[in-house]
């Protein structure tokens, strides 16, 4: 069983910034791919990023691109989502998600995910 925690969400003014974090229960963690979804009311759950389990090159929403961030630190069991000039429209529920599997790699599929931690940028 895998438990994931995200924390860092907030109250933010346009332009700002947060760190999002998702600590990972499990001595394999390091095995696992991940990723950040976001949720925003009314709307579907939609894809941010992903970050294999070695980290390095991933790729982003292009709604996000150039202003996030994923990396994860395997020694902490925890994953980050840098988010730089934060607009109105980032306001949402995010989401980590973990893909367990023994072998994983695009496409990924998410088989545990945390309780979400709400993100809110006013104008």
């Known amino acids: 069983q895998v438990q994931l925690v995200e924390s860092g969400g907030g109250l933010v003014q346009a332009g700002g910034s947060l760190r999002l974090s998702c600590a990972a229960s499990?001595?394999?963690?390091?095995?696992?791919?991940m990723g950040w979804f976001r949720q925003a009311p009314g709307k579907e759950r939609e894809f941010v990023a992903p970050?294999?389990?070695?980290?390095?090159?991933?790729y982003y929403a292009d709604s996000v691109k150039g202003r996030f961030s994923i990396s994860r630190d395997n020694a902490k069991n925890t994953m980050y989502l840098q988010m730089n000039s934060l607009k109105p429209e980032d306001t949402a529920v995010y989401y980590c998600a973990a893909d367990t599997r023994p072998v994983n790699g695009p496409p990924y599929e998410y088989d545990y995910w945390g309780q979400g931690t709400q993100v809110t940028v006013s104008s």
């Open positions: 970050i294999k389990w070695s980290g390095g090159r991933t």
């Open positions: 499990g001595r394999t963690f390091s095995s696992y791919a």
